[in-house]
């Protein structure tokens, strides 16, 4: 069983869909308890890191995903779901994350330029992968491969060998990250279309 964590943070039905699309039941669930019988563990995160942070802590969800990480158990992080698994942001100020992978979330920088044009932030829209692993989540996904991107805050892990993927925007920034049986995107794979579903289906697979 696949369970996507619903703690009023997330585009969750679009995650859902794109489990349906590669024949996968994933369930949405607001009850902590769920994770313990799940298979597979989803968490999305649209929105602020310092409210979700909150929104998982209100909830009761805390405790249980650092559990079901400790068993080892599949677990993917998507957009501001990856942010989370990491030490700290400094969205709206400093706020404490999950600290499942030592690292920092920070803010793209106002004046990026490309070719003389001042880049958008945040960035939204397609943009390329480069591997620098690859995890068997990944498995069939090509170098290069576009994918689908909104935010405006990135990832910094302190041990840059859980880096998976990284994307230029400005500069090379980590785009995804990999460490024992998490794995997590900074883009969307429910919204990546052909690519992110092989990503979704590879998940959804894994032993």
């Not at 958008?120 to 090509?142: A, E, H, L």
């Not at 994918?147 to 990832?155: I, K, M, Q």
């Not at 892990?157 to 925007?169: F, G």
């Amino acid at each position: 069983m696949i369970a996507i964590i619903d703690y009023g943070m997330g585009n969750l039905r679009s995650v859902q869909k794109g489990f349906e699309k590669i024949g996968s039941e994933a369930i949405i669930t607001n009850d902590p308890s769920v994770l313990m019988q799940s298979d597979r563990i989803v968490l999305p995160g649209v929105g602020a890191f310092r409210d979700c942070m909150k929104n998982l802590e209100q909830s009761g969800f805390i405790e249980p995903i650092l559990k079901v990480i400790a068993q080892g158990r599949p677990f993917l992080g998507i957009c501001v779901g990856m942010q989370l698994l990491f030490s700290d942001s400094v969205e709206f100020g400093l706020s404490n994350g999950l600290n499942v992978i030592p690292g920092h979330v920070l803010r793209f920088p106002d004046k990026m330029m490309v070719s003389g044009e001042k880049l958008k932030v945040p960035q939204m829209g397609w943009n390329q992968i480069s591997f620098k692993r690859n995890p068997p989540t990944f498995k069939g996904v090509k170098d290069g491969s576009n994918v689908y991107f909104v935010h405006s805050y990135y990832v910094k892990p302190d041990d840059e060998c859980v880096i998976a993927t990284t994307t230029n925007y400005g500069f090379d920034f980590c785009s995804s990250v990999w460490k024992d049986n998490v794995v997590a995107t900074q883009f969307h794979p429910e919204k990546s279309q052909t690519i992110g579903l092989q990503i979704l289906k590879n998940f959804a697979e894994l032993k």
